[in-house]
């Protein structure tokens, strides 16, 4: 056992499995408040978690899809600030759909002026002819009830159905409605039609209108800078295999154990709860409530130079794999070599969406040939690619999925265990790095200073779903079988 602490004097021992961004905010807080007794064990040998950034022999960085870093919170932004320091960019969003050969800006809905005439008519009747059917969005029992209701038939069939179900692999009407909030620009049907009328682009909805890129190291760059701060309580290469809530024990691949007061789990729930000694079959069934989608990230880097001021752009067509484009060497001049072109590409899969491991590399290149981001002849100036598949990319919001984290997580913190992150927690609503560094930190602001969490709660099921039933059902696994750690 290495338990008790390197260096305890009679303090709750707190043990944090995993070193992403919520682990490391964490961590990061456990040494601000001059907290001892602690540690924080990762599987691999590296910070970041699915924030994490690797660079190839030729000197091109990928990150695990297009990451932003945008901010809800103060204490975030300091963070971010100490650990930067003037080691950033600062990048004006600009983003594209790319669809029936034309670029729309984003938000697509509130751009529906560049369409062609056909197509922007039958858009615009959806969305009256939606207002005048009465269809109430807050009445809708899934997101593609919601989509219909508040966009209308016409943007559903274009982009709003296709795109959505090119990024969550899942039908959207197996998914809920309530992690919408800023995620997705509501409709206002006065300024769409100003917008049309007055031929006007309408791009600065938002939270991450502008956004930092650390200027080393790619979005893994920012993670990498815990270390220093952290170092003296951190394992690398420690997999964490069992967990005994009884004796409150965590087991390692390699065979040691130690011990916690509290135990923060950043892994997946999915991953957590069947190594749990003891868990009630209850529990272990509710977790068939969380679904997933599986993803690729994969990077091209061709030999000419990034010529252009677009970050991101979104592909609903089926003409290629991936639902967005990243410009990553547009983010910082350290990305890639000079006069060169990085492009990260993102693709979801699930059971509902099928992709295959050994074709997806060429029907990337393909789909970038295209799309028109690359030429034919530009095979021949490609200089690297990356494929990183990843097993747990998005937590989808399903029907259900408050249904089961209403069963599992009070299970879990009856036991003193904190289960946080974006698939320890599970709220892709809640998923991105800043929810998850503060969930981190409000956890150990919980434990020791008795503040109750403000990013992470259990939400109410909706009236419709009160009444079902609990899952009993096991989980089923979804997509790739392997993950990049
Ligand atoms: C495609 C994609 C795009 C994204 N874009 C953005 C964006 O634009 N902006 C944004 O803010 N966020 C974005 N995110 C989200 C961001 O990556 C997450 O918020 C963040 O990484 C979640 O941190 P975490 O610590 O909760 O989990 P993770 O990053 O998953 O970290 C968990 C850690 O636990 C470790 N671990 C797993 N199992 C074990 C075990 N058994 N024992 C010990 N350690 C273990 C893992 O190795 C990992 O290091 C994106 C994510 C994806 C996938």
């Known amino acids: 056992m290495n338990g008790n602490?390197?260096?305890?004097?009679?303090?709750?021992?707190?043990?944090?499995?995993?070193?992403?961004?919520?682990?490391?905010?964490?961590?990061?807080?456990?040494?601000?408040?001059?907290?001892?007794?602690?540690?924080?064990?990762?599987?691999?040998?590296?910070?970041?978690?699915?924030?994490?950034?690797?660079?190839d022999e030729q000197g091109f960085t990928y990150d695990i899809g297009g990451h932003v870093m945008f901010s809800h919170y103060e204490y975030f932004d300091k963070l971010v600030d100490k650990l930067l320091g003037h080691d950033y960019t600062q990048i004006q969003r600009e983003a594209w759909v790319w669809m029936m050969e034309r670029w729309v800006p984003y938000p697509f809905q509130n751009n529906i002026r560049h369409l062609p005439n056909d197509v922007l008519l039958e858009c615009l009747m959806g969305l009256i002819n939606a207002q005048k059917e009465g269809r109430d969005p807050k009445a809708a029992r899934n997101f593609k009830e919601f989509n219909l209701a508040q966009f209308g038939d016409g943007i559903c069939k274009y982009f709003m159905l296709p795109y959505n179900f090119k990024v969550w692999a899942h039908p959207a009407d197996m998914m809920n409605k309530e992690w919408i909030g800023e995620r997705v620009a509501l409709v206002n049907i006065?300024?769409?039609?100003?917008?049309?009328?007055?031929?006007?682009?309408?791009?600065?909805?938002?939270?991450?209108?502008?956004?930092?890129?650390p200027l080393y190291g790619g979005t893994g760059g920012l993670y990498a800078r815990y270390e220093p701060y952290i170092k003296d309580n951190l394992y690398f290469n420690k997999r964490a295999t069992g967990i005994d809530p009884t004796a409150k024990t965590v087991t390692f691949e390699d065979g040691d154990t130690t011990h916690y007061d509290v135990l923060?789990?950043?892994?997946?729930?999915?991953?957590?709860?069947?190594?749990?000694?003891?868990?009630?079959?209850?529990?272990?069934?509710?977790?068939?409530?969380?679904?997933?989608?599986?993803?690729?990230?994969?990077?091209?880097?061709?030999?000419r130079?990034?010529?252009?001021?677009?970050?991101?752009?979104?592909?609903?067509?089926?003409?290629?794999?991936?639902?967005?484009?990243?410009?990553?060497?547009?983010?910082?001049?350290?990305?890639?070599?000079?006069?060169?072109?990085?492009?990260?590409?993102?693709?979801?899969?699930?059971?509902?969406?099928?992709?295959?491991?050994?074709?997806?590399?060429?029907?990337?290149?393909?789909?970038?040939?295209?799309?028109?981001?690359?030429?034919?002849?530009?095979?021949?100036?490609?200089l690297t690619t990356k494929v990183i598949p990843i097993k747990y990319w998005y937590p989808t919001p399903s029907v259900y999925r408050d249904r089961g984290l209403g069963v599992i997580q009070p299970y879990l913190m009856e036991n003193d265990i904190y289960s946080r992150g974006r698939f320890g927690a599970w709220c892709y609503e809640i998923g991105n790095m800043d929810h998850s560094t503060m969930m981190g930190v409000e956890v150990i602001n919980k434990v020791l200073l008795g503040e109750p969490e403000q990013t992470w709660k259990l939400h109410d099921l909706p009236d419709h779903l009160e009444q079902m039933p609990a899952a009993s059902a096991p989980p089923e696994a979804v997509g790739v079988s392997a993950d990049a750690q």
């Open 5 to 55: 602490s390197k260096d305890g004097n009679g303090e709750k021992r707190i043990v944090i499995l995993g070193a992403g961004p919520t682990g490391l905010g964490a961590a990061y807080r456990l040494q601000e408040l001059g907290h001892r007794n602690w540690n924080i064990y990762e599987a691999t040998d590296t910070l970041g978690g699915l924030a994490r950034s690797f660079t």
């Open 190 to 213: 006065e300024r769409i039609l100003c917008n049309v009328i007055e031929q006007k682009d309408d791009v600065n909805w938002g939270p991450n209108n502008t956004f930092k890129f």
């Open 264 to 303: 923060l789990n950043t892994m997946p729930l999915t991953e957590l709860l069947p190594m749990m000694e003891g868990c009630p079959e209850s529990v272990r069934a509710a977790s068939s409530d969380l679904l997933y989608s599986s993803g690729y990230s994969i990077g091209v880097g061709i030999d």
């Open 305 to 382: 130079p990034t010529a252009t001021s677009k970050c991101w752009i979104y592909y609903p067509e089926d003409d290629s794999p991936f639902y967005r484009v990243t410009y990553l060497s547009h983010y910082s001049p350290h990305i890639a070599p000079p006069d060169t072109t990085l492009f990260l590409t993102e693709t979801s899969t699930s059971k509902y969406k099928p992709v295959n491991e050994d074709t997806i590399l060429e029907e990337t290149i393909q789909g970038l040939i295209n799309v028109g981001l690359m030429k034919e002849e530009e095979r021949d100036i490609i």
